[in-house]
Each structure stands twice: as C-alpha cells, then as structure tokens.
C-alpha cells in the first residue's frame, strides 16, 4: 500500500494557500513589477498591507505551484512554508521552512530608525528572512546556512525597495533557487555553503548525488512527521490511512458536500501521495 501523508493547519490558523500555475512558474514571477510608493504609513496600515499580501497569494501569478505558506496565527510577522520540488538535482524533496517578516517591513533599518523618531512604523525596504527547517546534513545547497538554515536573499535581491518587491518575489526565488538555471549562475560571494557551491562547480556527480540523498531523507518518517523542530508551525504532516484518502478525495471531487466536523474539525487538509513524488 502507498504511503499517503496529509498536511494540514492547526486549529486557529489562517487558511493554507497555494496558488497553482504552469511549470514554468519561474517565468512568470512579474519581477520588479510596480513602483515604489511612499513609506509613511502607521504601524496598523502596514499589518493590514502584509494581510492584504498573503491574500494575494491566491493570485495565479504569485505563489508558484508546489510552495504553501501560512502565517502562525499568534504572529502575522511569521509564516512557515512548505515546498514540494518536483524536477531537478532535489527531485522527490519536500522541504520546510520559515519566512520571519521583520516589523521594520517594508522599510530599511536606517531609514526605520529615522521615522521612528517621530511615530513608529513596520514592514518592506528591509527584506523578509528565510529559513529553512531543514539544515546541516538534512540539505545541501549553496544558498543555504548549513548551521542556522538560512536561505541567501542577497544575490536575487540586492536592490530590494518596498513595493517594487514583495513577498511572493521572494516564494519565486525560493522555488527557483532549487532549479539548474539558478544553480548555474550564482556567484560564490552570495552564497551562504562554499562547501554546496564548489561541489556544485567542479563535481556536479558528486552534487547531484548528495542533492538527491538530501530530498529522500526530507520525505523520510523521521523528518516529514517531525514536529517538534517547532511547536508554532501551523503546517501538519500526518499519515493517513486507504479509507480516510478516499474520503478526502471524494470531498474535493465534490464540494456541495462538506467535510465530517467531529473527523475533520481542521479544515484545510491537502493530500500527498509519497510514492508519487519519489
């Protein structure tokens, strides 16, 4: 029997959103799109704006096909994520991670420091930081911190301004960062592992290699149903059995009827077949 994994949100959290688009999703990323606009806002309208931006995650255009996100209902400034990478060197990995909107978003810590002064403010010329869950020996890339999961941003986004980027920016590049196009073409200043980067560069075997071990180990029991790396994290990985996939597929096959409320009190579930993304 094939094991099926469910993930769903915890009790209290917002809606899961994914967002699905052609494979290309890279592509379609609208980069650099808009202008900046001005940055005198309270400390309320730009809770309302980050708001506002995860709800335009449902935008065809914005969150790519395979990435979930949902913030942790107790702190808007955090959203966990998940991303299923279905081509490439990390084919078959489901990887997590965690997006920490700074309050300063969208504006830069100087010139945060400066408004402050007069009245206080939050969020987007200082960009979000990510981190992925899975660090040390669980991944092997050359963007990420092999000691504190930290994904580099500042290749992509070295001239990051409010409202010319935004966070589902941000979702793009993570997505693509797990692609050859972005892989061969990152400059080892940028980059947070040498180690990834060189083995990338001068023994793309041996990478290639270590890049698929990392995505077998990332849907093994021990990491995908591990829960305990944070209490916070809305987004549940939980094995389900023949009867209960059959009951949620037949929900979404037809959505006049609603889920059982004493089974599934959690509404938002998604289902992942594991022998289908090996």
């Known amino acids: 029997m094939a094991t099926r994994t469910s993930f769903y949100r915890r009790s209290g959290a917002s809606p899961p959103t994914a967002i699905h ?5 890279g592509e379609r990323d609208a980069e650099g799109e808009g202008q900046p606009k001005p940055q005198f806002y309270s400390g309320c309208f730009r ?12 935008n065809p255009r914005h969150c790519p096909n395979g990435v979930y996100v949902m913030p942790v209902a107790e702190k808007f400034n955090t959203w966990y994520g998940v991303i299923f990478v279905h081509k490439g060197y990390y084919k078959g990995g489901v990887f997590k991670f965690r997006l920490h909107i700074p309050e300063t978003y969208p504006l830069s810590q100087d010139l945060y420091d400066a408004l402050t ?4 403010i939050t969020y987007p010329e200082k960009p979000p930081m990510v981190y992925f869950l899975n660090r040390g020996d669980d991944i092997f890339h050359p963007l990420i911190d092999p000691n504190t999961g930290q994904f580099s941003l500042t290749q992509k986004f070295k001239d990051w301004a ?15 960062a797990f692609k050859k196009s972005v892989l061969d073409n990152l400059v080892e200043k940028y980059c947070s592992d040498r180690k990834a980067y060189i083995t990338y560069k001068e023994e793309i075997h041996k990478f290639a290699k270590l890049a698929a071990q ?5 849907i093994s029991e021990t990491k995908l149903y591990n829960h305990e790396v944070s209490d916070s994290n ?6 389900m059995d ?4 059959e009951e949620i597929k037949n929900n979404y096959l037809t959505p006049s009827q609603s889920l059982s409320p004493s089974k599934y ?7 992942v077949d594991i022998s289908r993304i090996q």
């Open 162 to 176: 409010p409202h010319k980027y935004y966070i589902f920016h941000i979702l793009h590049y993570i997505k693509k």
């Open 265 to 271: 009190k959690n509404a938002g579930f998604d289902v």
């Open 234 to 239: 809305p987004i549940i990985f939980t094995k």
């Open 242 to 245: 023949d009867k209960q996939y």
């Open 214 to 218: 990392c995505a077998r180990l990332s």
């Open 117 to 120: 002064l007069f009245c206080p």
């Open 47 to 58: 809770k309302m704006e980050l708001m506002i931006e995860f709800m335009n995650l449902r």
């Open 21 to 25: 688009e052609n494979e290309d999703d």
